[in-house]
Every structure is written in structure tokens, then in C-alpha cells.
């Protein structure tokens, strides 16, 4: 009986010590995406220059249609943001993908279109 006390509260001990543990790496992310986040969004650049290293961006990946990137080059201040987030486009997926995946790259390239979607 004293034993299984000692080893209930031992295995209690170390569920205890392991919590911080596993919060830490979580709270290392959000701290890292908050700022990534704040940069992003105090970014000022040119939109034309912007888009233009999107475009060129695109080109180099294997799965978006031709069709789709000159829509985007040429037509980009046509429409509103959020039309463009939810058009038959590659911005939606590439915009989800880089974030799901945090890849650094795809976000700083649609930096400007995060922008203009805060705004």
C-alpha cells in the first residue's frame, strides 16, 4: 500500500514536470509568430514590386496555372482583397499553405496581400 502511494505520487510528480515542457515549444511558436505577424503587417513596400515578386514567385512552382498568375499580375487592384482570397485562384491555397506549413517564404511573398486583407 505505501508503495503504490509513493509511485501514484511519483507518476503525479512527473505528469506535473512535464506540462511546462510541452506549453513551452507552443508558447515559443505563437511568441515567434506574433512577431513575424506584427513585422509583417509594419511592412511598407511597393504594391507594383510587390506583386511583380509574386508573380515571378509563381512561375517557379510546378502546380499554378499560367492562366491564374497573369490574372493576378493584371488585375490585382481590380478587385478587393478578400475577392481575391475567395476567387478560383491560387491565392487561397498558397495563402494556407505557407501558413499551415509556416513557411517563411510563401508568407513574405504575399506580405503585401496579408496587408491589404488586414486592412
Not at 505563437?30 to 511598407?44: G, N, V
Not at 497573369?70 to 482583397?81: A, C, L, S
Amino acid at each position: 500500500e505505501p508503495i503504490c502511494q509513493a509511485l501514484e505520487i511519483d507518476r503525479q510528480r512527473c505528469d506535473q514536470a512535464m506540462i511546462p515542457i510541452s506549453f513551452n515549444g507552443r508558447d515559443a511558436l505563437f511568441m515567434y509568430t506574433q512577431l513575424l505577424k506584427e513585422a509583417l503587417l509594419e511592412i511598407e513596400d511597393d504594391d507594383v514590386k510587390s506583386i511583380k515578386d509574386l508573380v515571378e514567385y509563381c512561375r517557379l512552382q510546378d502546380d499554378i496555372d499560367e492562366g491564374q498568375i497573369r490574372k493576378v499580375e493584371n488585375e490585382y487592384r481590380n478587385h478587393t482583397p478578400i475577392w481575391w482570397y475567395t476567387a478560383e485562384t491560387f491565392i487561397y491555397p498558397m495563402l494556407n499553405r505557407g501558413l499551415r506549413q509556416m513557411d517563411v517564404d510563401i508568407i513574405l511573398k504575399m506580405g503585401f496581400f496579408i496587408r491589404h486583407l488586414h486592412q
